[in-house]
């Protein structure tokens, strides 16, 4: 086996973690696969590094360099045969051209094929390749013509990368092969497993090629790898964590909670269940949970990572960087973590991840969280809360009697008791407390009552003002000297309250009345709920105006 993760162990290589990380996952399902060290050459810039954990810092043979690569080749040339196959497994951050080894050095498709056809003539071996970069399916477009299997994590375009490769083609396909899989087992499963994430990952095309007609993904490359298993031919079974069940619930409990659970991983229901929130809800968190069985008892890493909307719009390269949180273990079985970014309205897929200490991967689960305009709020809900209540009423009195639009219920352009009266039919506590506390705090009235007019005199309009201390049945009526009717200003069925009405010194049809002295009459009594008009309005009070033209 001949291992390259290219990059340089440096700041500014971004891509090299993930690549340091597939490049060793890469060398211990080789090992694990009966491939022992003497079998392999490892290229990695760190060199210091013990990737097998046996206490030696002696698995990296070689820095990434274009030297090192030759002498790779070299060191294969002296150990393969033609009753043995040779695999090439590359990872870096690759380009249409190739492959980035190192600090201005890039290991061409054209300096590949040279390498693979002067060893394949000279010994007679086979040669696989496993190309994980982005833009490796141009290795299939000039390397598999000979009908040597080629696999690439990708097409002609990107490959994605998510928490230094947890999430990668790599990631799945290597924890198959050292489960024993073949390699046409492993690409499948791995292959669906991207198809069904979302995001960028189903934008990866991965190619198997090994018929030499440089048509990946058709039958007959299937059936010429359905039998081909890295190493001794024998199967672990699935070693790999599982996650039982992944579940949403709203972080704020009691009435309205809302949870959904998922139990069929990513291949067998790509979309998952959907969490439906209101946005001030949503705001408040998730808790994200799952339950993972670990047959090997080695579980070591439990995330989810959340795909906020229109985040793919902004992923331009192979890192996606998508929001993770690590979920913990709560001590009942289940790992836990809360996410509290849902902020813009939308859709956010989650998928929930786990791996081994042995780096093998469970299949994701997907769930969704949709996060959706907050409901209209009731009348009167202030505060936001969905709830009409005492805290509202005292944001209304404060208001009382200001032009705060916010408190003006009824549009009139001002905070009076028609607008307190739309909040009382909506409070939803006790009525006869809120009364209460008007009574106090807003002065409700407890008689009836006609102020004087004002300004009287006056010569164009006059405000005349009354209180009615309970619903009743009211006459407001202006007459003239002779005690004829020249305006019916009010006339009905009025609320509890203080109430105000302008008369602008005109008579019934519209007409400008002399000048002289008036009279204003009010009448009130009892209101009948059944619409009957009372025989007798009680409350009789009079009031004289003066108008001058």
Known sequence: VILLAG???AAGDLFWPTSNYLGNMAYTTFQRRRLVKEKMFYLNDRQAQDVDRDGFQEDVDAGATMGAWEEAWDWARTRVSADSPLYVYLVGKGSPIGLEIGAGENLTVAQLLEDVNTLEGATGVEVTLIVEASHSGNFIRDLSNAGRPVIASTGSGLAFYQAEGFISFSQYFLTDLFQGKSLQEAFVHSDQILRNLPGRFRDQDPGLEAEGNLIPNQPGDYLQTIDAIIGAPFELGDLSPEIKTGSLAAVTGGVGKRVVTQNRPITKDPLGPRLKLAQPQALQGVEIAARVDDAEGSLQTVRAIIIPPAADDEVEAELT???EIELLPDGSGRWVGIYNEFLAEGLYPVIIYALDSA????????????????PPLPTGDF????LVEFSDFFMFADAFGTENPAFDLDGSGMVDFADFFLFADAFG??????????EEMLVLPTAYALSAPYPNPFNSEVVVRYSLPRECEVELVVYNALGQVVRRLVEGHQRMGHHRVVWDGRDGTGRSLATGTYIVEMKAGEWLSDGSRPVDLRFRKVRKVAFLK
């Open 321 to 323: 960087a998508y929001p």
């Open 7 to 9: 990059g340089r162990d």
């Open 429 to 438: 506590g006790p009525l006869g407390k809120l009364l209460e506390l008007a």
């Open 383 to 386: 505060d936001g809360d969905g």
């Open 359 to 374: 780096g093998n991967a469970a299949e994701p689960l997907r769930t969704t969280v949709l996060v959706e305009p907050p």
